[in-house]
């Protein structure tokens, strides 16, 4: 009884590990400056984290698709569809995303909360890249955000329409949109 109440707790705790692959939380204050953490999250949605900012973080989203997905398609999905959504109180870092070495800024710091989506091939190379803005003073900053992954196997999004609210809302953007976007754009 013992041996078997001792494999249990040792599941549950490998268990409780996994769970923590969706969501991470830690402090800048524990990096060097200049350094970049690598961080790699396997769930199709969670959070991050970062308070007092200092250095990097070079996310990689790599959810783990469920079994019927690929054999029922025949394959992955054509697409993967990513959407991150700032906290009101998203400080002290810039947010981009980083396809193929080239770096794209999702989130300046301190954005208006409002989700930001982005799609990817299978086959791609992507990551989230966090970089912190330096300040001179030592006040409470906290860089985070909620993130969600979909492809054909997701039929809708586990994001709350009413938390993303109807500006920021995932969805492909029409061609007005992307010409405004263009047109606005600096470049």
């Not at 984290?49 to 025949?74: C, D, I, N, Q």
């Not at 208006?112 to 890249?129: D, G, H, I, N, T």
Request: aromatic share 6%; charged share 20%.
């Amino acid at each position: 009884a013992l041996r078997a109440l001792c494999l249990a707790g040792l599941g549950a705790a490998i268990g409780g590990g996994a769970a923590d692959q969706c969501s991470w939380r830690g402090s800048g204050l524990s990096q060097e400056a200049g350094s970049v953490e690598q961080l790699s999250l396997h769930c199709a949605e969670g959070s991050l984290e970062w308070l007092y900012p200092t250095g990097a973080l070079r996310l990689r989203l790599a959810p783990r698709l469920p079994p019927t997905s690929a054999a029922v398609k025949g394959g992955s999905p054509p697409h993967v569809t990513a959407c991150i959504k700032p906290t009101g109180t998203f400080r002290g870092a810039q947010l981009y995303l980083e396809r193929e070495g080239v770096l794209e800024l999702l989130l300046p710091e301190a954005p208006r909360p409002r989700a930001r989506c982005f799609s990817w091939l299978p086959q791609e190379k992507v990551a989230l890249f966090l970089q912190a803005t330096p300040h001179p003073d030592i006040s409470r900053r906290i860089a985070a955000f909620r993130y969600e992954l979909r492809g054909d196997w997701l039929a809708r999004p586990a994001l709350p329409a009413a938390s993303l609210g109807a500006e920021g809302a995932c969805r492909p953007c029409n061609d007005t949109e992307i010409l405004m976007a263009i047109c606005t754009s600096d470049f």
